[in-house]
């Protein structure tokens, strides 16, 4: 351990650029390797996992671009509670289970996707980056002067971004009190559930819950009758 | 601690002109204030209180718009807090717009809410904040704000759709709504990101600043940029070929709902549409116009083509306000005063034309919003004559008929269009309008269409004869049109009195009068009248919106 | 900076395109929201390489809005997923077809 550390304090004594190059290629690869493994893990406990691994790869670049605050926060935030959130969804609807990606409902979905993702990162590529590009003009919000960061981003918060800062404030109200309205549970929703069979099936049947439903077909004709419009006739007068 | 201390003192706050965000702050206001009222008094409050303080709060969001409208005549267009929110003709606008149509709304969605028996103010909360959203979106003048205030409408809406937890439609439109939305939103996002490195700021009057100081026509970031901010853009508006989402969740909604999404969301995102393009990337014309070109064009003519196949009336009003995301486009084409003014004409005459027809809609789809086929508007001329003639108005109105709104808002943007030379999207817009006009006249025909009170077939005692209204129609499509081919409508003329006459291919259930509470007769009254008053006598809107154009930053 | 921008610019659109491509291939609704959860990290990432290349605060300080607004967002949309569970338990997006479209 000692040893691994003296070596790294040599090496970035000695070769900042080949420590650089070296921390950003391995957290680059985390990255990458994090983000195909969101999108072909079968279980979402995994993908939720793979996401993490992304997320503490962007921080680890955020370091070396002379981020710090960025990267704890990007930690704490992301990993640590929006990621948490997720896996606590997952936990509490009971959709750990192994998607079918052999099956494709739509037919030539996949490859449709694939070469539509593939012309938007060739476009932006091209575009953007391998070709020319030029830079905007420096520090128009207030220069980075090299002072400890989080002092900068505050005073930045405070004076330049204070608009959009109170805006962020109501944000997280709105979305609070939306959690809030979704979560609720009217007091004669319990009845309509248990007039409707669909719904219900997986409590009956556990093992149900760890298949796939296979989309019946014309399932709209079926469900409708047994749903909740049965109670009212839905005559509308 | 004494050097952070030193270190806050040098904090100067920015100058905050509060008259110049009074209308956003009274909007949030009421949204607080309601949901610590609801939560306090939760057994006490009751829905028609819940709507009387949403409507109040709309009312003193719109009355301090007006005094802002008069500040802004005696000062001029500028610039507050830090630069980050426009106070100009255009923002006020928009946020007197905005409280009108959620007021309306709010009145709509009363009646609505007791019919589902809905308890709680939350319905009304979400509203109010939605809509201070797009009221952010109006005045903002920086990107992060504009997408700061397109999350605020968007988060608020996606809890709105999923807001009928009886039905299961409900839930689905609400997710198929929030996948896409936050795609596009992160589309948007990474546009901002791009734009920031090309241009350095994400302040509009900087980025515009930087853009007229320097030759940058090469710079693949800048186009890149724009390319994602335009299909961020393109699909909160719903322009062909990002409107996928627009009729499942319509169709799924909340009829309310559907209407505010069709009128506020809308608005919102054409005010910023309008402020980043026209006025902040003007001088990358040559990059963007283009792509509006196409989007405006795509939008005319699938929205009016597959409009006319739709069965149901909800699903067909999300194709009619694709269709009309193109007209509004055309005034974003031609990208120049007339433009402007005439997409914000157009904005204010549809938002109220489509929030008064889904009004009709939601009293029409009766409990749990079931009943919106087509057949279900069989006869309603029969039972009740005066809501088939209001829906008659609106319709006629979004038809672009002469003597309603509809018609010198189609007029103006296809005469901007004109002036700038773009003779080909003029043509496209006719005779998408011409198209239109015939998926909005079976509507009204099915309406006047001769079947009896109990589904018997036909019955020769028709109230109104269509031909008559057929006529009266058509010429508003061909004279906002003067140049439309004779037969492209001459074409559709037979499918009318085709389906005038033909004989119901179903049997319609009975249905007896559909109960409209007093609020939604408010609003479909004012709406409709609206249409009318201000079809005969245009002047004072067109010079409100001339106006706000002028004072544009 | 020793790596040049370009690279991270680059690394933060194959990051892009990636969560793009798993929003339109997976059907597990709480994986494409995880995958929304990608495109917003590579704005993020873009934002804080131009803040560098520019020496501007800026684009740090819009990081933290995008974090408040992905945290938002998330919320919501686990709301409307559990939402969803109780009419039918399955969050799969391809077994959303009460409305033809």
Redesign the interface.
Known sequence: MTALATVLLWATATHPTLVDAGTFSVSAALVIAGAIGVIVARNPVHSALMLIMTLFGVAVLFLLLQDPFLAVVQVIVYAGAIVVMFLFVIMFLGVDREENLGAEKLRGQRPTSVILAAASLAGLLILGFVGHWTLGAPHVAGPDTGAPNVNLLGQSLFTTYLFPFEATAALLIIAVVGAVALARRPGGEQKVVDAAPGPLAPELDPASRFVVTPPAPGGNEDAEPSGPGNQNGGDGS | MTHLAATASTIHLPHVNYVSILPILIMMGGALLLLLLSSLLRRIISTGVCTAITVMTSAAAAVAAIVQWDQVLANGAQTTIAGAVAYDGFSVLIQLLVPLALGLTALVADGYLKREGVVGGEFQVLAMASASGAMVMGAANDLIVVFLGLEILSIALYVLAAFNHRRAESGEAALKYFVLGSVSSAIFLYGIALMYGATGSTNLAKMAEFLARRAVLSNGLLLAAMALLLVGFAFKVSAVPFHMWSPDVYQGSPSPVSGFMASVAKAGAFAALLRVFVSSLATQRLGWQPVIWVLAALSLLVGAIVALNQQDVKRMLAYSSINHAGFILLGVDAADARGISSALYYLVTYTIMVIGTFAVVTVIAGRQDRATGLLEFRGLARRQPVLALALAILLLGQAGAPFTTGFLAKFNVIEAVVLTHGYTLAVIAMVSAAVAAFFYLRVALTMFSPVGEFGDGPDDDVPLDPAALVGAATPGAASGVTTVPPRAWSAAMPGIDELADAPPSEVVEARGKVPVPPATWVVIGFCALFTVVFGIYPAPLVDFAQHATLLFI | ???GA????????????????????????????????????????????????????????????????????????????????????????????????
């Open positions: 900076m020793t790596v370009d690279w991270y610019l680059g690394l933060a659109a194959v990051v892009f395109a990636l969560g793009l491509l798993g929003v339109l291939v997976r059907r597990q609704t709480l994986v494409m929201i995880m995958c929304v959860e990608l495109m917003l990290n590579a704005a993020n990432l873009t934002f804080a390489t131009f803040a560098r290349s520019l020496t501007d605060i800026g684009g740090q300080v819009l990081v933290f809005f995008v974090l408040v607004v992905a945290s938002a967002e998330a919320v919501v949309g686990l709301g409307i997923a559990i939402t969803i569970f109780r009419h039918k338990a399955d969050v799969n997006a391809d077994s959303l077809d009460r409305m033809k479209g």
